[in-house]
């Protein structure tokens, strides 16, 4: 009964169930403080429905297309968590330069909703897919697929990430349409396989087989509930066990990635997640785009304890493996060991360098790619072969690593967004000066620099 009701708590948590009445709730102002959507960038908002399995909140899509590509091979979803904050969130998540290097490599849009959940509203009337954000999400894809000239996106496949809520959302898509998901990351939240009679408004899903041959990690923070037993998030790992062990214990190609440093925070997961959805989509993305998604391969599958740090390969593995953490292979294995260890994943390519350098009187503006394995700290300015300035000065995230876009607590961008722009006000009128640029990745890793660009004030 403990078990169950801990279960019950840590579901209830994930999305925020305040027990009111939707229609009772006042809907606040349009989510309307967001960057431009000019090309490659695009956006549709639908209003809220007051029919019945329709979504009864106003959503935007926002999804970035890869410049220069002719057919999109599917799309990553990136889906904030419950509450008012953590949706408006969402409207900064197609801009996040890090989860666009792994969408640019796979020829995949990235997409992130942005639910316009009322304060203190129930999140479950978008979080579960069932009630009308499943048939808004798919709509939003064909329009947007309209209006960026990719009528694909429609029918591509998708690789989802979630937060909190996010990730009942995309374990839930997980289970409705196992045939579109080339693989999920659930942060923090998974949906819920069995009814609870406590709270018979939480739905239960069904587990339907073509699920189990879906790659799947659920990904909690050690402070909510493994390590740390107390507290808000204490049933969220009682949840996520749960939703493993259903789903593993039927041959499921599922794991648990346990940060060792957060709680319900997002922290660095990212460095894990990215590289992780990088091995699925190499693994299951068709060569031919419109074609089915390719078996996940299983030979070479490595186990690992749920909640341990080693992991080994299947054939070695002396614990049962379908109570075990199921890894791809011995290259996600590493890296899985690596970040429930300390975070800490070992990179050793340097970060892209930055292009199209431009001086128009004390304004230097230029272009970058980022390094998928670690992203971007910041950027080092150089005059005349000398040190000028970091752009950011201090780059900031206080949920993990420093970021050059900075880290709102749904893993997006913070706002405004930071440009690639520097003002230097100590140019000499009549002088001409030397610059160049050089990219900084979350472990210190520099980029070759770019090219110089010679420029001088006139006055």
């Known amino acids: 009964m403990m078990i169950a009701r801990m279960i019950f708590v840590g579901c209830c948590l994930l999305i925020l169930f305040c027990g009111q009445p939707v229609s009772l709730m006042a809907q606040q102002p349009p989510y309307d403080v967001f960057p ?12 809220a429905s007051t029919q019945p399995g329709e979504l009864s909140y106003s959503v935007n899509y926002t999804v970035w297309i890869p410049p220069g590509v002719k057919t999109l091979r599917g799309v990553i979803v990136h889906q904030h968590g419950c509450g008012e904050g953590s949706c408006k969130s969402g409207l900064t998540g197609a801009y996040d330069l890090h989860w666009q290097a792994l969408a640019r490599k796979h020829a995949c849009a990235l997409l992130s909703p942005a639910y316009e959940q009322p304060d203190k509203a129930d999140c479950q009337m978008w979080c579960d897919p069932r009630n009308g954000s499943s048939q ?8 947007l ?19 909190s809520g996010g990730g009942h959302w995309a374990g839930g898509m997980v289970l409705l349409h196992p045939e579109r998901v080339a693989a999920a990351w659930l942060r923090s939240g998974v949906p819920l396989l069995q009814p609870n009679p406590e709270r018979a408004t939480i739905k239960a899903h069904t587990l339907p087989e073509a699920a189990l041959l879906v790659p799947v990690m659920c990904n909690p923070g050690t402070k909510e509930g493994v390590t740390v037993k107390e507290g808000r998030f204490a049933g969220v790992w009682p949840a996520n066990e749960a939703f493993f062990s259903e789903v593993r214990g039927k041959g499921g190609l599922i794991g648990v ?69 199921w890894l791809a292979n011995q290259a996600v294995a590493q890296s899985w060991m690596e970040y429930v260890k300390d975070t800490a994943l070992t990179d050793r390519t340097a970060p892209p360098t930055p292009n199209n350098l431009r001086v128009e009187g004390q304004d230097l503006t230029w272009a970058a790619e980022v390094d998928l394995e670690s992203g971007l700290s910041h950027f080092i300015i150089e005059r005349d072969g000398e040190f000028l300035a970091n752009v950011p000065e201090q780059p900031k995230n206080p949920f993990g690593r420093p970021l050059f876009q900075g880290l709102q607590y749904s893993d997006t961008p913070t706002q405004p967004l930071v440009p690639m722009r520097y003002t230097d006000t100590k140019i000499e009128p009549g002088r001409q000066h030397v610059y160049r640029v050089i990219a900084v990745n979350t472990v210190g890793m520099k980029s070759p620099p770019s090219a110089v660009v010679t420029a001088s004030r006139s006055r």
């Open 36 to 47: 431009d959507a000019a090309p490659p960038y695009y956006r549709v908002r639908y209003e």
């Open 136 to 143: 808004a999400f798919q709509r939003g894809l064909a329009d």
């Open 145 to 163: 697929g309209v209006q960026s000239g990719h009528p694909e996106l429609a029918t591509v496949p998708w690789a989802l990430w979630g937060h």
């Open 257 to 325: 990635a346990v940060d060792p440093l957060t709680a319900h925070e997002c922290g660095n997961q990212r460095y894990f997640a990215i590289p992780w959805l990088d091995a699925c989509l190499s693994l299951r993305l068709p060569k031919v785009p419109g074609q089915p998604l390719n078996n996940m391969p299983t030979a070479d599958a490595w186990l690992a304890a749920p909640t341990g740090t080693e992991a080994f390969p299947a054939s070695a593995y002396s614990g049962d493996p379908l109570q075990a953490t």
